[in-house]
């Protein structure tokens, strides 16, 4: 646990990763695209950079209401999105003293955001790379009476067996195309076959809602488009990123290269594992996520799932400033911060005996008594001691204290 005194007060290296997270669907861009344009050069130069690219305005396309026609088009839409998002980081990045980003991860569309921030994807490769995607994803929904449906309710292993089963039987054959929570997933297939599925879906008890797209994504019946993107992909050099990039199809990390384009291929025929995506940043020691796009959409997902990083959507604040001052503990916060730890100190089991534990517990109760100016800088440095003479792994460590400040930095 690093900390010093840094005039007069504590500062504390977090104990925990940040991970950026961008979506895959955006919403209200006029008002967050206008304000962020007007605010921050960096943000003007990402849209710039877009529009010399793609040949044309896409600030136009986010900030004015004439132009919300067109963002209701896939591809204009999707390169829509992806700007934004890779604005907005790069904003965070430049203008705050905020945490820095560890991970990174995407949600279907939004993991090519992801690989431009970890240094994976140049920009305007991946503005190439996203055009050719919705125009191929495009092209072959148009040929398929096709679409999604939301599965509220039911264990997401029991929908993905299902699937499994009618698709192998050849009885209304549906795919699964989406694990957001344990009960909460998304199927894709054609009209007649989402209509059959849905029947059988709510005798078993779970609620179908159908989503608002033109085709069957995220299942194999978008195959012809992941051929055509992995032709493409053939003229891409993908590097290894600097920071990992959690992949939504196998919720491991990017591996850049060949390896990884073909991951870009199979996103879209797989279907995108956001809770399992989720669960493997928490098990590296990621305590926050930073939601980096139009929308709160990520942030609505994490409600209520337990065991997620806490989320941070960048939209609900005025700017990045406000959200670094949001993610920062104050001297109110310290007895809910320590008796956290005092909580967590005694709920987490000890896999080793160590003479130390109790003395480590003997300072967090002192600290939490004593109150002294630093007492939050202590108190995690006591119960990151304590689970580590308890033998708990320092990625379960982070994770650890990153629950106890509630995945926010202290100052």
């Not at 997620?308 to 916060?333: I, N």
Request: charged fraction near 20%; glycine fraction near 10%.
């Amino acid at each position: 646990m690093d900390h010093q005194i840094q005039r007069g007060t504590v500062v504390l290296a977090t104990p925990w990763g940040v991970a950026a997270i961008f979506s895959g669907v955006g919403s209200q861009y006029a008002g967050m695209a206008t304000r962020l344009h007007q605010r921050y050069a960096i943000v003007r130069e990402t849209f710039t950079e877009a529009s010399d690219v793609l040949g044309f305005d896409v600030a136009e396309l986010c900030t004015e209401p004439s132009a919300r026609e067109r963002l209701n088009l896939q591809t204009e839409s999707q390169l829509a999105l992806l700007t934004t998002s890779v604005a907005m980081h790069r904003a965070f990045e430049r203008q705050t003293a905020g945490p820095a980003v560890t991970h990174a991860a995407g949600h279907s569309l939004g993991e090519y955001s992801a690989l431009c921030v970890a240094g994976a994807l140049p920009f305007a490769a991946a503005l190439r790379l996203v055009r050719h995607r919705g125009e191929a994803i495009a092209d072959v929904a148009a040929r398929l009476d096709g679409g999604m449906m939301w599965v509220i309710g039911l264990d997401t292993g029991t929908v993905e067996h299902l699937c499994r089963l009618w698709t192998e039987q050849d009885v209304h054959p549906v795919h699964l195309s989406i694990v957001d929570a344990p009960r909460r997933a998304a199927v894709s297939g054609r009209t007649a076959d989402l209509h059959s599925a849905a029947g059988e879906f709510e005798a078993r008890g779970a609620q179908v809602f159908p989503l608002r797209v033109t085709g069957p994504f995220h299942s194999p019946l978008m195959g012809p488009a992941a051929d055509q993107l992995a032709d493409f992909l053939t003229g891409i050099d993908l590097a290894p990123p600097r920071l990992p990039v959690i992949s939504g199809v196998d919720a491991r990390p990017h591996p850049g290269g060949p390896a990884g384009a073909r991951l870009l291929a199979d996103q879209l025929v797989s279907p995108v594992r956001w809770h399992a995506v989720q669960q493997r940043l928490a098990a590296e020691g990621v305590g926050a996520s930073l939601e980096m796009g139009p929308g709160r959409v990520l942030t609505f997902l994490s409600a209520g799932t337990r065991g997620h990083p806490r989320p941070w959507p960048v939209d609900r604040y005025e700017d990045f400033d406000a959200l670094a001052r949001a993610m920062r503990l104050g001297a109110d916060d310290e007895p809910a911060v320590l008796d956290a730890c005092l909580r967590i100190a005694v709920s987490t089991p000890t896999r080793r005996q160590d003479t130390d534990v109790a003395g480590h517990y003997r300072r967090l109760e002192e600290t939490r008594r004593a109150r002294k100016p630093g007492a939050v800088a202590t108190g995690l440095g006591a119960l990151d001691a304590l689970l580590a003479a308890k033998g708990i792994s320092a990625r379960e460590r982070r994770g650890h204290l990153a629950a106890a400040t509630g995945g926010r930095t202290w100052q």
